[in-house]
């Protein structure tokens, strides 16, 4: 696999503060990178660096274009679709209007149409809801319409910020095997910042362990599930 995503040297900071402090990591085309590490270590920054949304340094390089000075909204365009944390839905709205805004980058109503219903074949709880204000739906009915929305984009790398945050045990799973699912029969790319180190790790092929805004392990998810020391330091089981 090429990659899709280079990032070297990236520095990230809010006013004075510096939360990145050089990060280099790749995600391969059609692969799966899982960032790991305790609360503060620049995960969510990173992915929000890669966006445009912080105050940001260094190399970006996606699809073969550098993208570090681009506009959130020009990082939107070429394909990178961002599910925040805490979801992110537009709750006022229903959640057809919701997956309608997904596309509002994109023309042709057909297409769109045909894109509405195949998120509903993955998410199909969402298509008994499509009337709904997105507000009035379950959290995890919410990271479901999140995840569908960013899929509208037709994104070829999708960033997903926790996506299992306070979900249940059963909903979590049946999500990332959706994740699985998708990165199958799209090849779609998937950056994912995660808590719960042991699933990420099975749907990921490359892991990273960030610390204090720095990479301080990168290899294969089998290299971090093997190794007892890195996971007692930096994920804590």
Known sequence: ???LLSVHGLTASYGEGQVLAGLDFEVQRGGVTVL???NGAGKTTTLRAICGMVRREGSIIFDGKPIQNL???GVVRLGVAHVPDGRGTFTQLTVDENLQLGAITRRG???IEHDIERCFGYFPVLKERRSQQAGTLSGGEQQMLAVARALMLRPKLMLLDEPSFGLAPMIVKQ???IFRTLNASTSMS?????????LA???ADHAYLLETGRVVFAGRPDD????????RSYLGY
């Open 175 to 177: 999500i990332f095997d």
């Open 201 to 203: 790790l099975e749907l």
């Open 71 to 73: 506009s959130t909204e």
């Open 190 to 198: 998937m950056l994912i910042v995660e808590q719960n180190a042991a």
């Open 1 to 3: 696999m090429t990659a």
């Open 224 to 231: 971090i599930r093997n190794d007892p020391a890195l996971r």
């Open 36 to 38: 790991l590490g305790a």
């Open 109 to 111: 109503r057909k297409e």
